[in-house]
DNA sequence: CTTTATTTGTCCGTATGTATT
DNA sequence: GAATACATACGGACAAATAAA
């Protein structure tokens, strides 16, 4: 949206040339993109400059971009703008899947930041997940989730005071839960059950993951059970749903 | 309703702490709903009633519960009460759950409403979904699902017109995909992958689903396949996000 | 909550060039 | 060549959706 980054496209468009202008304005917009002149998420100028820069109509200008939005490459959005189209990350869901792994094997850099660890009170369907009593006490660890630098969800996680005493401290060290869960002698679990719904985001979600306040977010929660089929831990995270599509294979 | 329970709700609001009375209200109230204290279908104190509990007018309430009832946690009806919404349709993903067999196990009385059913050229996604060439002719039949009178979400499924010629004549009498499938030979199938996102209700989804346009749908897209591997039909979903909740059981 | 500004969507009309018949 | 249809390009006005104040 600079003026230099406009200028290094060289926005002309020639008359008579054979090609039609909406045609060539598709074209080098294509280019810019695919340059990196925008990224993906990127907001496009609007109809307005685009017509101007290019010195054509903002009909022609439509022309072209409505093109673009068909091959898939840029989204319009009434009321908001154009942007490129941003490739959702793939989280996949299965009874084995962790938060690196699933990135890892996408070839995306993870980063996780933690945002608090502190005990609780166990909430009623927080102890009901988790098999404890009402009102026990369970570590809760809260994360920034991150995917090649963007933000792509905040997590929430549980585990029992009384069987991890050590948890929080383990979390600290390794920011892992996987790893947290080996070091209190856990070695192995797995996912029981996920249940999934949309939302807007809330207000303090929001601000922490970057979005607005109407943007919805995808929230999983789900019960990791031991080998012995023991709840172990408890988890609630909130997506981007801009950013995030949820993946299941069914298998065999 | 007992005076017990709402006692244990700390029933106090605090002004000119930044956040309106009316906000705080709905967001205790809804805690309380989500906590169980009422539980689906439970009659909610009076107006009056709730007034004198956070010591405010009940104009006040009434805001609360107007935006309560606008997210779809409460419904309110002149003359008789407000009462707790019927609780979020838990809808199971797994590799042989049918819409109906969803809706029947759980006592929902389902009901499906023939939108459409026409012959379309296939994008380059449904294309790849259903491993066919881009632009080959497949079936479009987009339905209204409704749970108990309510209407929980939109369907779109495609199916290629080449393997299944009168896939659109068995479910314009079916009304069901297993049978229509049935009905033209395929006696099995069930879901290969399914790919879950969030957005905010498109205008004509909205519309069609009676929600407001900012309201968050839930979409999912799902790839079913024969006892030999190939795709047979994909289907896209979008469920009223407020009323649905995805589960998965991961199994064993 | 309402109001205001921004941005895209739709519709009206006009004109021009290029194929097709 | 004449008549027709179609795509392109421009200009303006208003509607609808969004976001911020």
Redesign the pocket.
């Known amino acids: 949206m600079t003026e230099a980054r406009q200028q290094s496209t060289s926005a002309f468009v020639h ?1 008579g040339s054979g090609t ?4 060539q304005i598709a074209a080098q917009l294509e280019q810019a993109v695919r340059r990196g002149d925008y990224k993906p998420g990127d907001q ?1 100028p ?3 400059a685009l017509a101007e820069e290019f ?6 200008v ?2 072209a ?1 409505n093109a673009l939005s068909k091959t898939g490459l840029v989204s ?7 942007f490129v189209v941003d490739s959702a990350l793939d989280y996949a869901l299965g009874p084995r899947t962790r938060f690196s792994d699933n990135l890892q094997s996408r070839q995306k850099r993870p980063g996780r930041e933690l945002l608090s660890a502190d005990q609780r009170h166990a909430e009623a369907d927080i102890a009901r997940a988790l098999a404890i009593p009402a009102g026990a006490l369970v570590w809760e660890i809260r994360t920034l989730n991150r995917a090649n630098d963007r933000i792509v969800g905040l997590s929430t996680h549980y585990v029992a005071v009384s069987r991890f005493p050590e948890f929080a401290d383990a979390f600290r060290r390794t920011l892992s839960i996987t790893a947290a869960l080996a070091a209190c002698g856990l070695n192995d679990y797995k996912r029981k059950t996920t249940r999934i719904t949309a939302r807007l985001a809330p207000t303090e979600d929001a601000r922490q993951l970057g979005i ?1 306040r ?1 943007r919805p977010v995808l929230q999983t929660e789900t019960v990791n059970i031991d080998e012995n089929g023991r709840p172990v831990e408890f988890g609630r995270a909130r997506f981007v749903a801009d950013h995030v599509t949820l993946t299941i294979d069914h298998g065999s």
């Open positions: 008359r039609t202008l909406w045609r496009l609007t109809e307005k010195r054509v109509n903002r009909h022609t439509r022309q971009m319009i959005e009434q009321g908001r703008g154009m607005g109407n």
